[in-house]
């Protein structure tokens, strides 16, 4: 350790890495984390050996407490990590089957409303689609076609009057 900290020697870290990895993998798998993320942090606690070398002090602890101090920080800080609690509006709830059925019948529904104003005289659809879908009034329709206001009411609700007809089974 005292080589890789004065020296940054490359082999004695090699040396320190096949000693110290499987051992850390190990204490680390015994911890409850799966093996990916057991090698990841022993990827990450050895790399921060390697950076952190002139902070050894064999003074204050010996090589192998220092590396295992580091290494069950890291786990410390994973498990805060992953065991943070989710603010409500990032959490996403699954959609049951109820709520796909709905999904589904409301896709369905819009379906069959397409196709029963597309099945509507064309001067009666259009005054239909500007009322309700342009949400013009009927003095805005009268203004932009020039209709009389008696005859866009009465192309509306016979227009509606069919919609209604030809939809009465989806309620």
């Not at 051992?23 to 409850?32: D, E, F, Q």
């Not at 090698?39 to 407490?65: C, H, M, Y």
């Not at 999904?103 to 819009?110: G, P, S, V, Y």
């Not at 597309?118 to 013009?136: H, N």
Request: charged share 30%.
């Amino acid at each position: 350790m005292l080589a890789v900290r004065d020296k940054r020697d490359k082999a004695a870290f090699g040396c320190l890495f096949d000693f110290y990895a499987p051992r850390l993998k190990a204490m680390i798998l015994r911890n409850g984390i799966s093996g990916s993320h057991a090698e990841d942090i022993v990827q990450d606690v050895l790399l921060t050996v390697w950076n952190k070398a002139g902070q050894f002090d064999p003074q204050r602890a010996g090589v192998s407490g220092w590396i295992y101090q580091i290494a069950r920080n890291r786990q410390i800080d994973l498990a805060r990590k992953y065991n943070r609690p989710v603010p409500e509006e990032l959490r996403t709830e699954d959609r049951t089957e109820e709520e796909a059925g709905q999904i589904l019948a409301l896709e369905q529904e819009t379906q069959k409303l397409k196709r029963a104003l597309a099945a509507l005289p064309e001067e009666q659809r259009e005054m239909v689609e500007k009322a309700y879908l342009g949400e013009l009034t009927h003095s805005d329709i009268r203004n932009m076609t020039g209709l009389p206001l008696g005859t866009i009411k009465s192309r509306i609700r016979l227009g509606l009057d069919r919609l209604r007809n030809e939809l009465k089974d989806l309620r």
